[in-house]
């Protein structure tokens, strides 16, 4: 349950070898961005994701957006020492607009979201759910489409 | 706005080019099923749509669901006659349990959905919103995942 501590830069690298060897995550192009401000972005080219009307696949814009916050969850429990298997439980997703640009997700804990008391429990329980938030911004624009999510982690035994 | 009659069959292939032209869809093999009972069927195999832990990625089952909701409306309006571009606005996704066999998903209206009334709103003003119910139905066991979304189909000009 408990792993050595490692660095960001490794955690993230360890990210983008998970997504790498989901087939359909890799299929997406789906890469692993930077972890700033507590919020985990990551990026996939349009071209990859695009529907049969010239803009993102709104599977593509769910998964992307699904993605980051699953490896939000994943990130922090590992920067804690923590090994979990990662589930996303329920989901709304918004699609605001139609996206014609590249797909840029960025990430992080919802606003009611308590991630001490979410790390008390998975420590206690070995699971733990958390709300997440994600956000398809597409260059900078206002988002495109929101994710709400529920996240569950579940030690690995 | 308005195309020559095409049968069932017809409409059902026309739905599987429009997938595997979209590189997501096809890199996630899905196949259009049948249409029987005002329902839709969709599948995709486990392979092409495998997470980390062995067993269907969220991103994927979403994506399936969307899909055969998004089809059904789309395959609804051609066999009335019309071509539109069919966007999914948003829509609630409940992870049930994990999913360790091929991917079958079954789309068809929401409860309250009135699809004679979507019919004369579409032809009236070039657009109309339905809400349509997915769920996703491993091996015809209890539903593993559903999806309550509302669906836009805005008349191609």
Redesign the interface.
């Known amino acids: 349950m408990t792993s050595p501590q490692i660095s960001l830069p490794q955690a993230l690298r360890q990210l983008q070898a ?1 997504f790498d ?5 890799a ?2 192009q789906v890469r692993v961005g930077d972890y700033r401000e507590q919020r985990l972005a990551v990026d996939a080219p349009l ?7 010239g803009n993102a ?4 814009l ?3 957006m ?2 980051a916050a ?1 490896a939000w969850v994943t990130l922090q429990l590992r920067l804690a020492g923590h090994e979990a ?1 990662v ?9 605001l607009r ?1 996206v014609y640009e590249d797909l840029h997700a960025e990430a992080g804990a919802g606003p009611g979201a308590d991630w001490e008391g979410f790390l008390a429990t998975f420590r206690q329980r070995g699971k733990a759910r958390i709300a997440m938030v994600s956000r398809l911004l597409p260059g900078g624009q206002p988002a495109a489409a929101e994710l709400d999510g529920r996240f569950v982690a579940m030690a690995r035994r």
């Open positions: 998970t060897a989901m087939p359909p995550v299929a997406m071209a990859a994701n695009v529907n049969d009307k696949f709104g599977g593509s769910c998964s992307v699904t993605l699953w298997d589930y996303v439980a329920d989901s709304q997703v918004r699609y139609p």
